[in-house]
């Protein structure tokens, strides 16, 4: 297996690309099925504390790691955060910025967009999932020589592939939320991450708790969010 090495100045090296191509009625099922499957998918915030075998959680950030990026850079960091004391640090930290943010840091209009969610400066998924899946965004990287080379399209390429983790961890059976601190500048200090590095979402997960409720949302049809030209 090669390992992946930045490709600033590299030439232009293609090779060949031919991937079995489904049968036409096995695509139109594996695609039902996958809309069907991903249709049951929810933001949960209340976790069991049963354990999850880690190997789930591990494929699933592989699959991320799949994912399109600008100028094929893979501008991203998952870390993987098992350990309680760590855990506890970071939903005491998080909890102090909601609770700045929950009175008043957000604006009435923000808040009232989250009133329908149920939510609050209250965190224990953080403390309550037995994994924490902390995305960094790399907004540059130092070659060997100390020199400082941009990565192209950061935003785009990890919102991409949180995607594709959100997608990977519910196909497996896990149930997951983003949580977003604002700021979340903690994260990089609790977790000593590299200057490079951003932090750009917690991600809980586990199995919902046997208690587990959600929001009572729909969400958009097909008809509202899909425009044919």
């Known amino acids: 297996m090669s390992t992946w090495t930045p490709m600033h100045g590299q030439p232009y090296q293609p090779v060949p690309y031919h991937p079995a191509r489904m049968p036409v009625d096995e695509s139109l099922h594996t695609a039902a099925t996958l809309r069907e499957r991903m249709m049951e998918r929810r933001t949960v915030r209340a976790f069991s504390t049963e354990p999850v ?15 399109p990026s600008g100028a ?9 955060v098992t350990d309680p004391e760590v855990r506890a640090k970071i939903r005491a930290a998080a ?30 998924h953080l403390t309550d999932a037995p994994y924490l899946i902390i995305v960094f965004q790399q907004r ?30 519910h196909l497996s059976g896990l149930a997951a939320l983003i949580h977003t601190p604002s700021p979340m500048r903690f994260l990089s200090e609790v977790l ?6 951003k932090a750009f979402a917690v991600i809980p997960v586990g199995y919902p708790a046997e208690d587990a409720t959600v929001p009572d949302l729909v969400r958009k049809s097909l008809d509202q969010v899909l425009v044919r030209v």
């Open 140 to 169: 540059f990287y130092l070659d060997e020589d100390g020199e400082q080379h941009k990565h192209y399209y950061v935003d785009e390429s990890v919102g991409i592939a949180v995607g594709m983790l959100l997608t990977a961890l």
């Open 72 to 80: 094929h850079q893979q501008p991203w960091t998952f870390v993987l």
């Open 95 to 124: 909890e102090n910025e909601e609770k700045l943010s929950y009175d008043g840091r957000l604006g009435e209009e923000w808040l009232n967009a989250l009133r329908p969610l149920g939510t609050d400066m209250h965190k224990p």
């Open 192 to 197: 000593a991450r590299p200057r490079n590095e």
């Open 53 to 67: 075998p880690e190997q789930l959680v591990v494929d699933a950030i592989a699959v991320a790691g799949t994912a």
